[in-house]
């Protein structure tokens, strides 16, 4: 199996871990801690459909210099496809990454509207709840098969 397929599949399958998080986990336990897991698994999806746009650029182009930091590597993404939605999907994962980095708070744990409160920089905040969390899910979700287009 090709190696961008394979990381397909794997973004795939976090996709599958998030599901469960968000309609299993979250929804009995209602902790902040599930919500940064929940998170930590988007994150992997983008960054699995990072390495599969890469890899497929790489199959056709051998002599691709491909940098370890994702930052750099969504860069390189962002330069080879030249697509403006997949950049606004880059865009997205950046910013996610640095939501779960930031110091971040807790309110209504236990509850309906269970929130994680991270300060990006001083005056913005952002606060993720769980109807957050599934407008973010559908955003990954288009990324994945986003990404799927494009490497077909």
Known sequence: MKDYLE???????????????????????????????????????FEFGVNA?????KARKKKLEVPIQIKLKCGLVKEEYDDEKLAEYLDFY?????I?????????????YVTMISELSPGEVVE?????????????????????????
Request: aromatic letters at 8%; proline letters at 0%.
């Open 7 to 45: 990381n397909l599949d794997n973004a795939k399958n976090e996709l599958k871990r998030v599901d469960h998080l968000i309609f299993v986990s979250l929804k009995y336990t209602r902790t902040v801690d599930v919500i940064r897991s929940v998170i930590e698994r988007m994150l992997n999806a």
């Open 128 to 152: 993720i709840g769980i109807d957050q969390l599934n407008e973010y899910h559908k955003i990954v979700k288009e990324f994945v098969e986003y990404t799927e287009g494009l490497i077909k």
């Open 100 to 112: 779960l980095k930031v110091k971040y708070t807790r309110r209504e744990e236990y509850r309906r």
């Open 94 to 98: 950046l910013r996610l990454r640095e």
């Open 53 to 57: 746009l890469i890899e497929k650029k």
